[in-house]
């Protein structure tokens, strides 16, 4: 989860877009200028990590802005490079305000998104077991752990670990029975490996107060990872509108990410949205918009998701100085820039025609076609949905 103290920089941000945003085209002036194809979108959920790529010398985002129907009241305009190459979103926090901005988006036909590779840009807590303080993330999977049925720890069982249990299920370890298809999300791992090769040219950025807030974790061996400076770590995203903290749910969500996708994921980042948008761009490859291979999902660490041995769970969240939200702010665009210059460099040679996947990409369900390695498997019969008609569809499900 993102840092909770950040209402100077919340400030900053905001003031910074209206300074520097060109005026922003309405609708039917957007319209006039149809079909901007990006190469890239960065897509953001609040101010400072959008801010974090405003004023870089190598384009300018807030060129040209425009105004889409449905995204959030506070950030109403996507923001583009002067030829459109480089575009950027800001969704609003938690996965409501994410799934509505990026449906609105994707479906607002002022766009053709057919080539364009999204890469999530966010801001993360991080699990010490894997990575740390101003560590940059590529995830492979983005896993909804907290879509199950909770009850309130002192009132569980003596032989459950946890309150989470999976829906339909009646114990924590068993796999969900009741599935509603957005679970998990799993992404390019072909083009995930090429974005951590063009992130790790990236000189890091850090601070005194994280260097020493983290060494704090180095009593402990399963966090030797914490212990050490920031870098660039392929593992895993738990999205959860719940911004929990601890050691115990920590490690319940970590026994979920490995559960629901069957054994394979790092449980590693924290972060309320990365699912919502997957499902948002999901459903626009379904209808032919979007191209779901072309997916990044890219978080930086904030914030620990547990305290160190001898720090209480509520000083770690409420009070401690970690540092990390500053570098972790300054990661995204030192390390995010590396990827966007690594595709728009490789366009004509690479990226134009694609990255073909070779792991499997998409939901639990198998809408995009392919067979999950997660899960109970394809309910469509590796049968894409975007090729299949309503009639077949029901007959799948026993309709008539």
Request: proline share 5%.
């Amino acid at each position: 989860m993102r840092s909770i103290s950040c209402a100077s920089q919340l400030l900053a941000a905001f003031a910074s877009l209206s300074l520097a945003a060109a005026k922003p085209l309405s609708v039917l002036e957007a319209r006039g200028h149809r079909h901007i194809k990006p190469k890239v979108f960065l897509i953001d959920m609040f101010p400072p990590e959008g801010a974090a790529w405003y004023g870089i010398p190598e384009f300018n985002l807030l060129a040209k802005n425009i105004s889409v129907p449905g995204l959030s009241p506070l950030y109403p305009d996507v923001h583009c490079t002067e030829e459109g190459d480089v575009c950027q979103i800001v969704t609003g926090e938690a996965e409501i305000n994410a799934a509505n901005s990026m449906n609105a988006l994707t479906f607002s036909g002022l766009f053709d998104f057919t080539k364009t590779y999204f890469m999530i840009a966010g801001i993360a807590g991080v699990s010490p077991k894997v990575a740390t303080l101003g560590s940059v993330t590529f995830a492979k999977y983005a896993v909804s752990v907290e879509l199950q049925y909770e009850f309130d720890a002192r009132e569980i069982p003596a032989n459950f670990t946890t309150g989470y249990v999976p829906q339909g299920s009646t114990d924590p370890i068993e796999y969900p029975q009741s599935i509603y298809g957005t679970e998990v999300f799993e992404v390019n791992d072909n083009l995930r490996q090429l974005a951590i090769g063009f992130a790790k040219t990236a000189v890091l950025n850090d601070s005194t107060a994280a260097m020493a807030y983290r060494a704090n974790y180095a009593s402990t061996s399963a966090y030797e990872a914490g212990s050490r400076g920031p870098s660039v770590v392929g593992c895993d995203a738990a999205t959860s509108d719940v911004y929990f903290s601890g050691t115990l749910l920590s490690e319940a969500f970590e026994n979920t990410t490995k559960l629901f996708t069957n054994g394979s994921g790092v449980y590693c980042t924290t972060a309320q949205e990365d699912t919502a948008t997957l499902e948002a761009l999901l459903r626009g490859a379904i209808a032919n918009l979007t191209d779901f291979s072309r997916i990044i999902v890219m978080r930086t660490a904030s914030d620990f998701d547990r305290p160190y041995a001898g720090e209480s769970d509520t000083f770690n969240l409420f009070y401690a100085n970690q540092g990390g939200f500053e570098p972790a702010i300054d990661n995204i665009y030192l390390a995010g820039i590396k990827v966007v210059e690594g595709i728009l460099n490789e366009w004509e040679s690479t990226f134009a025609k694609g990255i073909p996947a070779t792991n499997y990409i998409g939901d639990i369900f198998g809408s995009l076609g392919g067979m999950p390695d997660f899960g109970p498997g394809s309910m469509f019969n590796d049968n894409p949905v975007k090729k299949r008609s309503v009639k077949g569809r029901n007959a799948a499900r026993g309709y008539a």
